[in-house]
Structure formats: structure tokens, C-alpha cells
């Protein structure tokens, strides 16, 4: 059983790890933020590696991408720059001030969707509030007259 800092800590690496994946989605079509289980680890590389990006080819296969750490897949923003920067079908790959631009650009889009998300949740939970029939509510441990 996990402790309730554990779950937290559970709950906000998968919140970003589902974010990272699509937004990666979101970016090209075909690309997918893949993890491998412990059961189909083949190599050293897949052991300190655990994730990838895979392309999804349009004649049914694939073609992996890159691999990332877990320390890497934990800075979403940096595995943003990386995949910006490594695609070499939308800009020269020596151009150092793109890859500086894809670095702010990668940034943006991360808290950009992280501020989407927070205000989706925001208006979920408001439309719950004025959606209850209810005269208080209670979130969080605070008491609310509606």
C-alpha cells in the first residue's frame, strides 16, 4: 500500500507523462510517447532507457524516434526541445538560434497545455458547484454557501 505522498507523486507523473504524449500526438501525426514494460526490455540500453518515441510509418510500420531516461520524460519541456530540434523536416539541423527558439517554443506549448488543463478542471468543477442542489458545498475542506 502507498503512502498518500507516494500516490500524489504517482498522480502528477502520470498527469504529465499523458500531457507529454499529447502533445507529442499533437505535434505530428504518426509520433507516440511509448513506455516498455520490464517484461519486454531486451537490453541494457531499454533497461536505463525505458521510454521512447516511435514515428508510425503510413505503410504500417515504425520507426523509433528516440529513447528517453525517466529523469528525461520528467522535464517534458526538454523532451519537447529535443524532438523540435531533432526534426530535421522542418528546419537545417546547425542552426543554433532555431534550436534556441524551439527551446522557448517547446516551454510555451508545455504550460500552455498545463494552463488548459487546470482551467478545464476549474470549470468542471465550478459547473459541479452550481449544477448541485445543494445550498453548500464542500472542496478541500472548505465550506461553501451557493
Known sequence: MTDELTSKLLTKSFKDTSRLAEIIRDYKWGLELRWIPNAQRTNSLE???PYCIVNKL????E??????????VANPPGVL???FNSDN??????AILR?????ERAKAIWEEAKAAEAQEEALDFW???WN???????????????
Open 47 to 49: 533497461e536505463a532507457q
Open 81 to 83: 526541445a529535443r524532438l
Open 89 to 94: 523536416s522542418k528546419h537545417s539541423s546547425g
Open 132 to 146: 448541485s442542489p445543494k445550498h453548500t458545498y464542500k472542496h478541500n475542506g472548505i465550506k461553501m454557501d451557493v
Open 127 to 129: 459547473r459541479s458547484v
Open 63 to 72: 520507426q523509433l524516434v528516440m529513447f528517453l531516461t525517466e529523469a528525461e
Open 58 to 61: 503510413s505503410n504500417g510500420g
Open 99 to 103: 534550436r534556441i527558439e524551439n527551446s
